[in-house]
């Protein structure tokens, strides 16, 4: 397996398995692969990454930047993370986290969020934080990771690309 950064004859294949990895998952809305599609547009993938086994695309993970309520930067969230179903539970997706999280390290980013199963994303090292919030979920699905030293805390919102529009 291969883990590397997008390139443009990437995009057709990131949509269809954004798209299948979430069809009919019980916690997905069905938008997942538009969000990725809208943040591409807005210029606000801050990093996307692709895996491959033997040349076929398998896997993807988006990278986008948040807003803080107390102006901290440099924050970002994680998601959507998605891989072909017939590839899942092979370590794609934990590669595809942990490539991404090593890169945002090297970028001096000061953070990540991420909302999904805590049992999942506390292996990589996220942690609910009761000084960040996310009013669109319920807290124990909401978690955080610092990667610097710099407190952060606050409301976090998501790129405008999550819920719909692409300013922002």
Not at 122 to 128: D, K, L, P
Request: charged share 20%.
């Amino acid at each position: 397996m291969i883990v590397r950064t997008e390139n443009a004859a990437d995009v057709v294949a990131i949509h269809d398995i954004t798209l299948e990895a979430f069809k009919d998952h019980p916690y997905s809305d069905g938008t997942e692969h538009l969000i990725v599609g809208r943040l591409r547009e807005a210029g606000a993938l801050s990093l996307s990454l692709v895996a491959e086994v033997e040349g076929e695309v398998v896997g993807h993970i988006a990278f986008s930047p948040v807003e803080l309520s107390d102006g901290s930067e440099q924050w970002f969230g994680l998601g959507p993370v998605s891989v072909r179903p017939a590839f899942q539970g092979q370590g794609i997706g934990s590669a595809l986290i942990r490539k991404g999280l090593d890169i945002l390290r090297d970028r001096a980013a000061a953070g990540c969020v991420v909302v999904g199963d805590p049992a999942l994303y506390r292996q990589f090292g996220f942690e609910n934080d009761a000084r960040m919030t996310y009013a669109d979920c319920a807290p124990q699905y909401f978690l955080a990771q610092p990667l610097s030293s710099t407190p952060a805390s606050g409301m976090v919102t998501f790129h405008a690309a999550f819920y719909g529009g692409v300013d922002g």
